[in-house]
């Protein structure tokens, strides 16, 4: 399987008066999203099904990429991915996906990092304490399935190299 590990995009600053669940990606987070989701298209990525948190801006981050890759009915919401989610109860729900799939994850820090600390790192006693910005993504291959699914690290890409990517294949 391949696993593609997506934090939302920019939401803002929380405010004291709403909550934290139905805060929404700002306008330009809105861009950068879809910038960053045409250059996933353009370097040949395809996904077999998105997850996503169920809070807004994770949701919002999902939908974007969803509607580049036209593929807005393999949706998910696993409430599990939210920031107070348990990882086991990702894993277990990734060990039920088709090996075959590539899938696309979307949440939130610091959540995502221990996910893919988890699966890489396979009990060494120095994690590698991944920070993920926003609109960053991970590419895992996992190898084999156990409670923690292990994987290696295929690679890492920033907001910035996507933008880049992006913004080339304008011209």
């Known amino acids: 399987m391949e696993l593609f590990i997506l934090r939302h995009g920019d939401a803002g600053r929380r405010s004291s008066q709403a909550s934290d669940r139905i805060r929404p990606l700002t306008a330009a987070g809105k861009v950068e999203i879809m910038e960053i989701a045409k250059a996933l298209k353009i370097i040949g990525l395809k996904f077999d099904l998105v997850v996503t948190s169920p809070l807004k801006r994770a949701y919002d981050t999902a939908m974007i990429v969803s509607n580049i890759f036209d593929i807005g009915n393999r949706v998910q919401i696993w409430n599990e991915l939210a920031p107070e989610g348990q990882r086991t109860?990702?894993?277990?729900?990734?060990?039920?996906?088709?090996?075959?799939?590539?899938?696309?994850?979307?949440?939130?820090?610091?959540?995502?990092?221990?996910?893919?600390?988890?699966?890489?790192?396979?009990?060494?006693?120095?994690?590698?304490?991944?920070?993920?910005?926003?609109?960053?993504v991970v590419r895992l291959r996992l190898l084999s399935k156990s409670n923690i699914p292990r994987g290696e690290?295929?690679?890492?890409?920033?907001?910035?190299?996507?933008?880049?990517?992006y913004k080339k294949n304008l011209k």
């Not at 690290?153 to 990517?165: D, F, Y």
């Open 89 to 136: 109860e990702v894993y277990r729900k990734i060990l039920r996906l088709r090996e075959e799939y590539a899938v696309l994850i979307v949440g939130h820090q610091p959540l995502l990092g221990e996910i893919v600390n988890d699966m890489i790192h396979k009990g060494k006693s120095s994690p590698c304490n991944l920070l993920l910005k926003k609109g960053g």
């Open 153 to 165: 690290l295929r690679w890492l890409l920033s907001p910035r190299i996507l933008k880049n990517i």
